[in-house]
């Protein structure tokens, strides 16, 4: 079923800091296109890598570090798996373990766990950086013409 309206309505009321700000609706966005093209390539399970484009940044304090982030994240999704969302018990702990260490600098995990990594870290042009390879997981995202794309779109402003 993936992301509903009521679902995004939902995070954007409780979304404490600018919707324009870098980690706001743009980067969500961005990160769920980034990561729908990434699963054609890896196999990853779409509706998770979704989720987590729209719910990985959702409960930030701050632009900044902000390292309980992923975590708060994570309890957020479980409170709402068998309302706005509706994952089965495995689904429903890769989501919550790709929000819990999303922000650390680690590239091992399952499949779709590194796909749902690798959008968002293909998304970090919009600060000025370009992705590199090795903060990248997937082969998929760390094709040179993937990083470009990525990299272009992330530095649109509008
Ligand atoms: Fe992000």
Redesign the pocket.
Known sequence: MGVSQDLIEVIRKEFALSPDGI?GVA??DR?RENGLRLAELTGADPEVVELFAYL??SKRHDDGFDPDHGQRAAEFVRTLNGSLITLSDGDLERLVYACVH?SRDITQAEITVQTCWDA?RL?IGRIGVKPRARYLCTSAAKEPGIIEWAFRRSQQTT
Request: charged content about 35%; proline content about 0%; hydrophobic content about 20%.
């Open positions: 980690h980067h969500w990160v990985h940044d999303h968002d998304d």
